[in-house]
């Protein structure tokens, strides 16, 4: 199994790098993306936009680094799904249903990093192994 130790990075890269791509073009789109936001109903548009704009950069990069991965995919996952629901509930367009279950898979893989954790390549690997180090130095 030690060959495969990549592949916790590469799925944390093509998860967090779709979100991170999305939260940047959010910025360059703000008065089209409040506009959806108000087209489909939920309050406080420029509050929601904020907020995916939070989620979606700022937990690319935690995917990406593999910092607090567990907790930004889980936040993540709950994320995609609130998407799902909201934006893409109109199954009679074809488009709107490959988004709802796109947003679905991703979710599904995102729980897989919340349960497994973000693997060896990752800066939550390094700190757990630094304060192991620390702690068994210290018992010496």
Do not use: C, W
Request: hydrophobic share 55%.
């Amino acid at each position: 199994m030690e060959r495969y130790t990549f592949l916790p990075v590469l799925g944390r890269i093509l998860l967090g790098f779709p979100f991170l791509m999305s939260g940047l073009s959010k910025l360059g789109a703000y008065a089209a993306t409040v506009g959806y936001i108000t087209a489909v109903g939920l309050p406080a548009p420029p509050l929601a936009f904020a907020i995916s704009v939070i989620f979606e950069i700022g937990g690319g990069l935690l995917l990406l680094s593999g910092f607090r991965a567990r907790s930004a995919s889980l936040a993540l996952a709950a994320f995609s799904l609130a998407t799902a629901v909201f934006f893409h509930h109109n199954f009679a367009d074809q488009n709107q249903m490959i988004h709802f279950l796109k947003n679905v898979m991703m979710a599904g893989g995102l729980l897989q990093i919340t349960y497994f954790g973000a693997g060896a390549f990752s800066l939550d690997n390094r700190i757990a192994r630094t304060s192991t180090h620390k702690v068994s130095v210290a018992n010496a």
